[in-house]
């Protein structure tokens, strides 16, 4: 029994000793895996040093016709070449072209280890052990006859007083490619109407003159429409605004989803007839 016993804590001994070994000498560690899903697949990634901790989840297509997964390439490239520590370094961008998507998860993952040489903020970085971390993770929200929805959630600390979070969207045509953004939106007007009157909901405000005092605008005539393009869920089509974009950081980010049956009152002619048998769909059921 007691050399069973011995021999167990020699083997998590060593076990131990060969991960502080890896640790301390790369200071890099990476756990990638594909797992496939009809007509998907995930990939995932991470990598750290001494100061920061990156991590990228992804779902993209892995069948389809091939503008829609070029177009999808491209998008997933530039989206992980934005640069959350650009006080501290410069992310290579890479040509997606030469490279599969998990190659480009890899690539910018360990591309965004921060090298901090100033001392000052190495040293409270090691006293506080707040560490700066980027996390991304680029999901399929919809999956429609005609077009596929995307979204990047990015979660990210740079030093501040606290982590940020932002947010990139984007719609395809599954046979073309063609990205769909704020051009399918004919009447941004009655869209502002809109957004505004779902605000009021989600801020539990039923006075428009009580809501621009939570809001950076003192009138909502005004009111910016998200600089990210809309994404679709089941549900219908939703605007997120970023942080600090129309609100204060306590406000998260605020976002409206539109129901399937109003789009028609705002879309243009081309987007309608895209979206038409999602809209039928969801508006008959």
């Keep these: 029994m007691k050399r069973k016993i011995s021999l167990f804590i020699y083997i998590l001994l060593a076990g131990l000793t060969v991960l502080f070994y890896a640790c301390d000498k790369e200071k890099v ?8 899903k009809n007509d998907y697949e995930t990939f995932s990634t991470s990598a750290y040093n001494d100061v920061c901790d990156n991590y990228v989840f992804a779902e993209y297509p892995v069948t389809g016709d091939k503008p829609y997964l070029d177009s999808v390439k491209s998008w997933i490239n530039a989206v992980l070449s934005v640069n959350p520590f650009s006080e501290y370094m410069q992310i290579e961008k890479i040509n997606a072209k030469d490279k599969d998507i998990p190659a480009l998860l890899e690539h910018y993952t360990n591309a ?11 040293d409270r970085i090691k006293t ?5 971390y980027c996390k991304d993770s680029i999901n399929i929200t919809y999956k429609g006859d005609n077009i596929v929805s995307f979204v990047c959630k990015r979660k990210y600390f ?3 007083i606290h982590g940020l979070n932002s947010q990139y969207s984007a719609v395809f045509d599954k046979k073309t490619g063609k990205r769909y953004g704020w051009e399918i939106i004919e009447k941004k007007d009655v869209l502002r109407d809109m957004i505004i009157e779902s605000l009021l909901q989600y801020f539990k405000i039923e006075d428009k003159d009580a809501l621009t005092k939570v809001l950076f605008v003192n009138n909502l005539s005004e009111l910016p429409l998200p600089e990210q393009p809309p994404y679709f869920l089941e549900n219908g089509m939703t605007l997120q605004y970023s942080q ?7 406000a998260g980010t605020p976002y409206v989803t539109i129901a399937w049956n109003k789009l028609k009152d705002i879309l243009t002619s081309e987007a309608t007839d895209v979206l038409s048998s999602d809209i039928s769909r969801y508006t008959n059921e």
Excluded at 29 to 36: L, N, S
Excluded at 112 to 122: G, P, Q, R, T
Excluded at 244 to 250: K, N, Q, V
Aim: charged share 25%.
């Design 112 to 122: 965004k280890l921060v090298e901090i040489k100033d001392s000052v903020i190495a």
């Design 244 to 250: 600090h974009e129309i609100a204060p950081y306590s």
């Design 29 to 36: 560690i990476q756990v990638g895996g594909i797992d496939e």
């Design 158 to 160: 740079t030093g501040n």
């Design 128 to 132: 506080t052990k707040n560490k700066y």
